[in-house]
């Protein structure tokens, strides 16, 4: 799925819906109790700019690719909820510590 597609949100309910798909689309599963923190947090942070939204959502699958499981909300906090500054070296921080 690509930004480009999305044009035609118009509420919450629709934006909510396309994270999930996005998610989805990839086959990745999003644990129960995450699913509700994730989507809010992305909403709140990113509704008013969809290329950012696609790009943190894109972040989040680069780190669960392995086993597609989202499933750890302070991972996600520390992936997603920081300063601009501090995502890429929390992104790098988090890669690391997985030891690939």
Known sequence: MHVEEIFS???Y???YE?????FEH???KIS???KPIL???LINHYQDDLFLLEQEINKI???YIEDKIIHDSKIIKELIFNESDQ??????KLLVDKKY
């Open 32 to 34: 129960s109790h995450i």
């Open 26 to 28: 990839d086959n990745f």
């Open 61 to 63: 699958k680069s780190y």
């Open 39 to 41: 989507t809010k947090k």
């Open 87 to 92: 995502n890429i070296l929390s992104l790098i």
């Open 13 to 15: 309910r629709e934006l």
């Open 9 to 11: 949100i118009n509420n």
């Open 18 to 22: 396309y994270i999930l798909k996005t």
